[in-house]
């Protein structure tokens, strides 16, 4: 092979290997359902392509070229999106790369028949997903090298040693012992508080659902009663993240009326209910229709002020009464 030949290669793939590879902290494992493998946070998707081109519909953008519902098996309905994707290359403008997303719209799952008001939302990023995948947004694991552990192993250790390196933690309010306290009376959680690479995870799992830094602030600061992702328990990150994999861990809405999504169990699981089993009550909740006001008065005259402190013994009770509360 010669230099030219060589040198053509290199500039036909430089945008490809630019994007290639995958931060795996920016990744979630999907094991339920009809597919299994990693998923990418469409955030992260977003970031890598302005990193490259600029900003979004300056640097790189798309058009929507047709929109669809298609009626299925039984009365099963799918959302679907055809964009035609562009990026900036120098000042010069790419031709429109075709892609299509769909998501289920009506369906049928074990809880019964349910609609998504946000299939049109999933069916643009899975688009936009495919269409830079054309690209090589993360090429190593559509291509398949995410199958190799240690391949996965290695990408873990350099992507955490570049955080550190690049001080990316230093964006999360660091834990100043001589800061005057701002922490109410409320008891603070104590234990083992958690690292900066968790610390840095965190952050970068907030920032990709939405959150601003006032929004984590006060997040934080309602469920663990701390004023910095640094204070944060060790037990509080697989809380956490295994809220974020389920999609359920939302911003706080400002009026307070919502229940919290991630109750802090401070007293003997054998006594209270676990996350697991709130994440049920939530999912019920919302496949009965039940309104949150509805909701916390019904838990309130079974006596408890708040969901997280329905005990193991009393929440067959509840559930049950759920159901009767949406006849």
């Not at 945008?15 to 339920?32: H, L, Q, Y």
């Amino acid at each position: 092979m010669n230099n030219s030949t060589t040198a053509l290669q290199n500039i036909n793939t430089r945008i490809w290997e630019k994007i290639c590879e995958t931060d795996p902290n920016r990744t979630k494992k999907i094991e339920g359902g009809n597919f299994r493998g990693t998923s990418i946070n469409p955030n992260y998707i977003y970031e890598k392509l302005t990193s490259v081109f600029g900003p979004c519909g300056i640097g790189w953008g798309f058009e929507i070229a047709a929109e669809q519902y298609k009626g299925g098996h039984d009365v099963t309905i799918t959302h679907s999106y055809q964009i035609n994707f562009w990026y900036k290359d120098n000042g010069t403008k790419s031709g429109m790369i075709p892609a299509v997303g769909c998501t289920d719209y009506v369906f049928k799952n074990k809880n019964g028949w349910n609609t998504d008001e946000d299939a049109p939302k999933k069916s643009l990023t899975d688009a936009l997903t495919k269409a830079s995948q054309l690209i090589g947004m993360s090429a190593d694991i559509f291509g398949g090298q995410w199958n190799d552990s240690k391949y996965v192993s290695e990408l873990r250790k350099k992507y955490s040693e570049e955080n550190r390196e690049g001080g990316k933690e230093e964006k999360v309010e660091p834990e100043n012992e001589n800061k005057p306290s701002t922490t109410k009376t409320t008891p603070s959680v104590g234990g083992k508080k958690i690292t900066k690479p968790q610390a840095g995870l965190l952050f970068h799992k907030f920032k990709d659902s939405g959150f601003s830094e006032n929004d984590t602030k006060e997040y934080i600061k309602f469920h663990y009663n701390v004023d910095s992702l640094y204070a944060l328990p060790m037990s509080s990150v697989k809380i956490i993240l295994a809220l974020f994999d389920r999609e359920e861990l939302k911003i706080l809405p400002k009026n307070d009326v919502d229940l919290p999504i991630n109750p802090l169990f401070t007293s003997d699981p054998k006594d209270l209910i676990n996350e697991k089993q709130f994440a049920e009550l939530l999912a019920t909740q919302k496949n009965l229709r039940i309104s949150t006001p509805d909701m916390m008065q019904f838990i309130k005259n079974n006596g408890f002020d708040d969901p997280t402190e329905i005990t193991q013994i009393k929440f067959p009770v509840i559930m049950q009464g759920l159901g009767d509360l949406a006849k």
